[in-house]
Structure formats: structure tokens, C-alpha cells
């Protein structure tokens, strides 16, 4: 992407990743994804806000020379010391060897370790709320820990009213072409960002809250995150949107996550599904956890408000993909749902009771389990429907 102004003073400096298939190696990214760098000139300093990850550093270092026609960078100021930003620091230093670079003292830290950059001229350690000048522009600083890593932090430039926020209002999908969320169709980011939340910063709700509780503070009309649109006709969607995931309040719908061998699980997820659009549900998401995206299962149940989670007795256990999708929400301090289960066994009913006592240990709203033997007959469904009706009454829809 070439140099693009977001305003006389500040300019777009990030790149596309179109090429890694699985962000954190985790994560698939088929739309790919952006990491955005921002340049801001002042009358007396130039700051690069973040950089971009270390196989872009090329293009980076090109539009910064070439586009921007940047001669000196006087700052490189680092919210964030995850790689996908971090990686092109030592490109910047190389290329522009006067630089300072400013960060608080954890950030300092990981870039002596990262990056073995341990020349203590070269850095400016600051505080939350301290300023740095560039003349007619001031960048402040609000450490954000947390939101993803120890050491992030924003950057607010009050006389732009643009926040950089790192990671923070992030969302997956390369920009094609457009930057600022005026001159986009911004819906697929939108939906975007509720898969890289909850994959990506999902377990730091707390945190989150806390740095939004920062912002609220401040007056902004744009936030430049280091991921997907600059945001500006959208803020307050996105600070909607990530304030409500951030305390796990969710939208009307239910998720459906199950594992079957044979199909007789399955059966019972297919019926759970049928009853709760009997009893009025519309937005019901089934996955089938052997072949479902691990990350869509993760967005779906952050997204909505009930949480159904079914599986076979395996080795005397849970179904191994939903065990692990359960791991998931336990790292990530599940809550306020409302849940239930449902088990399937031959001959030994460990799913149902792992899965309840993993239910059990969540800050949810749990309204039970069925128990199910080998296949689906008119006793089990009676007991699903029986619970689906229940569980119904429970959601606020
Ligand atoms: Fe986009 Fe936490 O890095």
C-alpha cells in the first residue's frame, strides 16, 4: 500500500500480508491481514508509530524512503513489541541511524531481548500521560498493559484527535486499497473483528475495560490501530463492539459445538438446533468441532449469548476436538452465558460428566446436561427438548 494521508500531518506508512496463511500461526488469515505503521510530521520532529513484521521490512523501509521520501525519523515510537509490529525495528535503525526510540520500561526490556539492541542512548523511557514534542504536534503516551502484551501502550496525538491504539479496535482482512473507514465497505472488518478479538485479545476483558476507561478520558476522532481500517465514521461502533466483548456481554444467538464419530451425537446437535428455532431462536450457529475452525468456534461462542456444547465419551474423556475447543474458553475466563451440554456414550459416560464439571468451573449460567446412550430414542430427545425449552427461557432475547 503506498503512502496514504490520513491528514496533513500524518501519514500511512503500514503493508499488506497477503501471503501467511495462519496469523500467530494460529489463526487463519484467507483474507489476509494489515500491519499498520503511521508517520507523524511535525514542524520540528518526524515519529513512525510502530513498524510493520520483520518479511515486510523491504516494502516498509521502500515507501518510507521512496513514497514518504522521508530523509530522518527523529522517533520510532513502540506500542506494542509483538513481532508482527516490532519485526522491522531493527531495519529502522539501520536505515536511520540517529533514531530514538521512545517506549516505557517493559517495552525496552523485550526489545533487548528480541532484538539485542542494548545501546541505552538510543532510547526514551516514558511514563503513562508524558508527552513528547515534535513542535507544532505532541504525541502523548497511555500505558494499556494487557491489551495484548505486558508492555502496550497508546499513543494520542491531541491536536489530530487520533489515537493510535495498537491491537486495540484491530480486525483481520488486508485493506484493499481503501484506509480510512469513510472511504470503505467496512463490513467484512466489522465481522472480522470479532474472530481476531476474541482469538487473539480475548482473555484480557479486564485489561481492555481498563484502557478503554483511559480513552473515555480523551477527546478523538480517529483511532489508527496496527490491524485493518483506520477507523473514523465508525469509532463508536468499534468502541461498542470491543467494550461489550471486553465484559463478555453478548449478541441474541446460540452456538452449537459438537464431536461425533458415528453421527449419533450429531443427531442430538441437529435436534438441540431444530428445538431452539422451534422455541423462537433464529441465529443459531451449529459446528462440528473435527472439522469446524477452531478460531470461528472461539468468535461465535464469545459472540453469543448461549453456549450448547455436546460430545461422545472418548478414552473414557471428552471428544478430543471439543476438549480442546472447552480449553479455549477456559483460557479465555468464559462468562456470562448461559450453557448446557449434552454426553453420548456406549458403555462409559465420562463426556457428560467432564463436560458439566468443565461447565461448572465457568462464571455461566448453567442449565444441565442430557445424557444420551449410544443413539438418539424418545427418552433423550424428551429430556433435550425439555432442557431446550428452559434453556430458551434463560436468554434474554
Ligand atoms: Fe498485532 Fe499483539 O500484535
Same mark, same amino acid.
Given at each position: 500500500m503506498r503512502v496514504r494521508k490520513i491528514s496533513n500531518y500524518v501519514s500511512y506508512v503500514g503493508v499488506n500480508d !497477503?501471503?501467511?496463511?495462519? &496469523? $500467530?500461526? =494460529?489463526? +487463519?488469515i484467507p483474507n489476509g491481514v494489515s500491519y499498520n505503521s503511521y508517520l507523524v510530521c511535525g514542524s520540528e520532529k518526524t515519529a513512525l508509530i510502530d513498524t510493520v513484521e520483520l518479511g515486510h521490512s523491504r516494502n516498509f523501509l521502500q515507501t518510507l524512503r $521512496?513514497? %514518504?521520501? @522521508?530523509?530522518? *525519523?527523529?522517533y520510532l515510537v513502540i506500542n506494542h513489541m509483538e513481532p508482527d509490529h516490532s519485526g522491522g525495528i531493527s531495519a529502522v535503525i539501520a536505515a536511520f541511524p540517529e533514531i530514538k526510540i521512545i517506549g516505557n520500561r517493559t517495552t525496552l526490556q523485550m526489545i533487548r531481548g528480541f532484538y539485542? *539492541?542494548?545501546?541505552?542512548? !538510543?532510547f526514551i523511557v516514558i511514563k503513562d500521560g508524558e508527552e513528547v514534542s515534535l513542535g507544532d504536534r505532541t504525541l502523548r503516551f497511555y500505558l494499556t498493559p494487557? @491489551?495484548?502484551? +505486558?508492555e502496550t501502550m497508546m499513543t494520542y496525538c491531541q491536536e489530530e484527535r487520533m @489515537? &493510535?491504539?495498537?491491537? %486495540?479496535f484491530g480486525t483481520f482482512g488486508a485493506l484493499n486499497?481503501? =484506509?480510512v473507514d469513510d472511504d470503505m465497505e467496512c463490513g467484512p472488518y466489522i465481522e472480522e473483528m470479532y474472530r481476531y478479538y476474541s482469538n487473539i @485479545?480475548?482473555?484480557?476483558g479486564r485489561s481492555v475495560e481498563n484502557a478503554l476507561k483511559k480513552l473515555s478520558g480523551i477527546e478523538f476522532d480517529y483511532i489508527c490501530s496496527t490491524h485493518g481500517p483506520v477507523w473514523h465514521a465508525m469509532k463508536e461502533k468499534v468502541i461498542d463492539i470491543t467494550s461489550r466483548l471486553a465484559r463478555y456481554e453478548s449478541e441474541k444467538g446460540v452456538t452449537i459445538i459438537y464431536g461425533s464419530m458415528y453421527g449419533n451425537t450429531a443427531d442430538m446437535a441437529e435436534f438441540i438446533a431444530s428445538e431452539l428455532n422451534r422455541h423462537g431462536v433464529k441465529n443459531i450457529h451449529v459446528h462440528n468441532a473435527a472439522n469446524a475452525s477452531m478460531s470461528q468456534m472461539i468468535s461465535d461462542a464469545f459472540r453469543y449469548e448461549g453456549l450448547i456444547v455436546g460430545s461422545p465419551t472418548y478414552s473414557n474423556d471428552v471428544f478430543p476436538p471439543v476438549a480442546e475447543f472447552m480449553r479455549a474458553m477456559e483460557l479465555r475466563e468464559m462468562k456470562n452465558k448461559v450453557v448446557a451440554c449434552f454426553g453420548n456414550n /456406549?458403555? /462409559? +459416560? /465420562?463426556a457428560a460428566k467432564k463436560l458439566e464439571e468443565a461447565m461448572n468451573t465457568m462464571p455461566v449460567q448453567d442449565l444441565g446436561c442430557v445424557k444420551m446412550q449410544y443413539s438418539l430414542n424418545s427418552q433423550n430427545e424428551d429430556e433435550a427438548a425439555e432442557l431446550i425449552k428452559t434453556f430458551v427461557s434463560h436468554l434474554k432475547q
Open positions: !497477503r501471503s501467511t496463511e495462519k &496469523f $500467530e500461526s =494460529l489463526w +487463519p $521512496e513514497e %514518504a521520501g @522521508v530523509e530522518k *525519523i527523529d539485542h *539492541i542494548d545501546d541505552e542512548d !538510543r494487557m @491489551v495484548h502484551w +505486558p @489515537v &493510535f491504539s495498537g491491537d %486495540a486499497g481503501g =484506509l @485479545v480475548g482473555k484480557y /456406549a458403555w /462409559a +459416560p /465420562a
